[in-house]
């Protein structure tokens, strides 16, 4: 992925559903996972868990599975979160200080 690519893309999600009674505990499980540059409260019960630049979203839902999984948490839902053609589109043209010459 060219540079331009990666900054139009923007940071790559996972949305995690825990129990909520296990929400404290998954955040504290998958901050700790490599490759994980952090994770937030989100809609509803799920939590955000955003990707470090160069991390393979792959691997790191299975890692997140697998901290789960060690942790004794239940899951509900675990999917990659991509932005869409207009977040992108948004990204592409917004304007970000610099002028154009």
Do not use: N
Request: charged fraction near 30%; proline fraction near 3%; charge should be negative.
């Amino acid at each position: 992925m060219t540079e331009l690519q990666a900054r139009l893309a923007g940071a790559r999600r996972v949305i995690v559903e825990p129990r909520p009674d296990e929400a404290a505990r998954a955040t504290e499980l998958f901050g700790r996972v490599a490759g994980v540059a952090g994770v937030a409260a989100g809609e509803a019960s799920r939590l955000v868990v955003t990707l470090a630049a160069g991390t393979s979203a792959d691997d790191v839902r299975e890692d997140i599975f697998r901290a789960a999984v060690a942790g004794g948490l239940t899951l509900r839902e675990l999917r990659l979160e991509t932005p869409s053609l207009e977040e992108i589109f948004g990204r592409a043209t917004a304007d970000d200080g610099a002028s154009v010459a």
